[in-house]
């Protein structure tokens, strides 16, 4: 039986809303009534603490990257914690020593894989936010989920960091025998300048097959990280949140083969 449909945020340009789009797709995909995991492979952790987790990033070991060095060393409990809208596996100071643990490992691009077939049962989406570089961790975000959606910001920096996004993926998908596929371009934080809209349609003719969505400059979308959040369960209510819903129904209507394991 297939299990759930598996997600990562990617870009590696930093600062483009990879952890605003990916706690908003997961809160979108919760009001829709999906059970959602959500995994912060960023060794940043602002996943972690968009959703309130805070306090575990200082978690003593057992942590994330123990998991992904050893699964079956570490039960779940010890990395999955709850959130009022989804599951989140937070992430840990100590994953900022995971580029040097990781690749010390000889499947050390799908580390995340094995994890995952581990701990996924019963969630329809599990959903990975990236941290903004590409290397092992990435890597392995990309080989597990083979699913991506990429936040961009219209300006013109964006034109560079699409190739190279899409170049790096093609090296993978041959080096490890993936087929990653975008499965959404989320132009974020826009403004209403002509630089947005030539943007916006570089975005159209440049990737014709991949459902583009609108994300405006919102303070709400700010706000409600800050109060650990999806805007959906917000106090403030935004127009963003459509945008956020038509992204999940257009992952429904994609994964709506998929059942759920448990
Ligand atoms: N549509 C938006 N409107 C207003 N602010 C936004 C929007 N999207 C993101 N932001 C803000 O921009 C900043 C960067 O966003 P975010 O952290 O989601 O980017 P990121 O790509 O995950 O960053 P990093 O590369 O460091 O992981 C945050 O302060 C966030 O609140
Ligand atoms: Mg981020």
């Not at 995340?112 to 701990?119: F, R, S, V, Y």
Request: net charge negative; hydrophobic share 40%.
């Amino acid at each position: 039986m297939a299990g759930p449909a598996r997600l990562c945020v990617t870009n590696q340009k930093g600062g483009v809303g990879k952890t605003t789009v990916a706690i908003n797709v997961a809160g979108a995909l919760n009001e829709l009534g999906r059970n959602v995991l959500f995994v912060d492979l960023d060794p940043q952790g602002n996943a972690t603490e968009g959703l309130g987790l805070l306090e575990a990033y200082d978690d003593e070991p057992p942590t994330l990257l123990d998991a992904l060095i050893d699964p079956e060393a570490v039960s779940p409990d010890d990395i999955v914690h709850s959130h009022s809208e989804m599951d989140v596996v937070t992430s840990n100071i100590d994953m900022n020593a995971a580029a040097s643990a990781l690749a010390r490992q000889s499947n050390a691009e799908t580390l995340l894989e094995d994890l995952l077939d581990g701990i996924e049962e019963g969630y329809e989406y599990v959903i990975v936010d990236c941290p903004p570089h590409l290397g092992v961790l990435t890597d392995n975000a990309l080989c597990a989920t083979e699913n991506l959606v990429i936040p961009a910001l219209t300006e013109p920096t964006s034109k560079r960091s699409l190739e190279l996004l899409f170049d790096y993926v093609g090296s993978l998908e041959m080096d490890h025998d993936v087929e990653i596929e975008p499965v959404a371009l989320v132009a974020n934080r826009i403004e209403t300048t002509r630089e947005d809209e030539e943007m916006l349609a570089w975005f159209e003719d440049a990737l014709p097959d991949v459902p583009l969505y609108r994300v405006r400059k919102r303070v709400a979308l700010q706000r409600a990280f800050t109060d650990g959040k999806s805007v959906f369960e917000a106090d403030e209510e935004t127009d963003m949140e459509t945008v956020f819903t038509a992204l999940a129904e257009t992952l429904e209507d994609r994964f709506s083969t998929r059942e759920v394991t448990a």
